[in-house]
């Protein structure tokens, strides 16, 4: 699927490293850093209500991580998939009376111009599900011959069997556990599980955690020939299939919002490991979720605030990446009006601030060393807006440099 068009990353003087990056598996700091090319994969949208200030956060914490590592010379290889067959969309579709398709297709094209207005860098692969179902099948046929899936009947026994992931003996085939990524305990996975599209009450499971890899062709469902019967990929083996056919095992970053840990971080990784006797990534990073009017931003809840809306009340776009970059990607946090006017505040003191040179004020060079630093710790972005702030104050030697420092790293041109 085509993404969208690249916004220009200016090269900036000096030696700077890869970041360190909170990994959720392990629960600490690590260098995301695996050789010359840093390969990422990001959870895409399913495609209807597009695109919400909780996705632009999401998918802006990991353009900053991009950012980072190709200031330290890195090659980065980035994926997104696009959850374009599930239930959600489906029932979306329905409750609106609109073909699947073209809501799918309506809000991946509102999806790309919000992306491209945010200068959000674009993945390089950017799969759609109904692009790879030939794929998706294969494997979930594999994981069947490995003995690391099963079917289970269905009420009406003319569709065929669904076929579910064997999480226990799945361990047996690679570097995965349940809880391997998540680290939580029991109730916490089965109430996630529950809550997040599984089913832990199907009859004929061997252990209520496992997840769906392939359901049967139902009547008035979209479904698909495949060569493990006519039907539709569940959601984790969808992120799996994507991530090793575009990036390989082992790649550098898993990305999502926080919502994504359990199950669908925690089950992608297991298929794939089982699927590869590898583990799917080195590091299991997570955006923390942003709220509206009290509860997290989200399409259920309808609490949304839209991208495409701001920008047609004339929101400048670098207002908006002002407003994300000045939460910490991991943190929580909510969406206010002050948020967005303290950012565009912000916005106007840095127009000033860089239009010229201060003779005898701080050196430019100082200043991007210490937003490197801020950075590379852990995406530190308050920290690199107040060291901003700070320049922007007390003016620079060389404003050229703070602007193409700005731009570069912070993705907002002054
Ligand atoms: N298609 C799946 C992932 S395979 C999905 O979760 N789609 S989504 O449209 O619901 O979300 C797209 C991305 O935005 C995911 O990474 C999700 O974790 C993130 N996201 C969703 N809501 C929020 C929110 N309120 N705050 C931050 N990130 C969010
Ligand atoms: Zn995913």
Request: proline fraction near 5%; glycine fraction near 8%; include cysteine.
């Amino acid at each position: 699927m085509k993404a969208w068009n690249r916004p220009l990353v200016p090269t900036l003087p000096g030696e700077s490293l890869a970041p360190c990056l909170y990994d959720t598996a392990t629960d600490g700091l690590v260098e995301a850093h695996t050789g010359d090319i840093a390969r990422l994969y990001v959870c895409g949208i399913t495609p209807y209500d597009a695109t919400h200030m909780g996705h632009a956060a999401t998918y802006l914490a990991y353009d900053t991580l991009q950012r980072v590592w190709l200031d330290a010379g890195l090659e980065v290889h980035y994926a997104q998939n696009i959850t374009d067959i599930d239930d959600p969309l489906l029932e979306r579709a329905a409750a609106t009376g609109v073909d699947w398709r073209d809501l799918a297709q309506s809000q991946v094209e509102l999806f790309r111009g919000d992306m491209e207005a945010l200068s959000i860098l674009p993945p390089e692969n950017y799969v759609a599900v109904t692009e790879v179902l030939d794929e998706i099948a294969e494997a979930v046929r594999r994981l069947l011959v490995a003995g690391a899936a099963y079917s289970v009947p269905t009420p009406d026994s003319s569709v065929g069997d669904d076929i579910y992931f064997d999480s226990a003996q799945a361990a047996t085939l690679g570097p995965w556990s349940l809880g391997e990524v998540s680290n939580y305990d029991a109730d916490t996975m089965l109430r996630f599980f529950t809550e997040r599209g599984g089913d832990p009450d199907r009859a004929g499971k061997r252990d209520r955690l496992d997840p769906l890899l392939w359901r049967a062709a139902r009547e008035d469902e979209p479904s698909w020939p495949s060569s493990v019967g006519r039907g539709r990929p569940g959601w984790h083996i969808e992120c799996s299939v994507i991530a090793l056919m575009e990036l390989g095992t082992d790649f550098t970053v898993q990305g999502g919002g926080s919502d994504l840990v359990f199950p669908h971080h925690e089950l992608s990784a297991g298929h794939a490991a089982a699927l590869s006797g590898h583990p799917l990534a080195r590091v299991y990073s997570h955006a923390g979720l942003v709220a509206y009017e009290g509860e997290k931003m989200s399409k259920s809840l309808g609490n949304l605030v839209l991208v495409s809306r701001l920008i047609a009340d004339n929101v400048d776009p670098r207002a908006i990446r002002l407003a994300i970059l000045a939460h910490h990607y991991r943190s929580d946090w909510e969406w206010t009006a002050s948020v967005l006017s303290d950012a565009q505040d912000r916005l106007r003191t840095w127009i000033d601030g860089f239009a010229a040179d201060s003779a005898g004020a701080r050196e430019g060079t100082e200043v991007l060393s210490e937003l490197r630093t801020a950075l590379r710790n852990d995406l530190d972005t308050p920290e690199a807006l107040s060291v901003i702030d700070a320049a922007a104050h007390s003016g620079v030697t060389d404003s050229e440099l703070a602007r193409r420092a700005i731009h570069a790293l912070l993705g907002v041109e002054v």
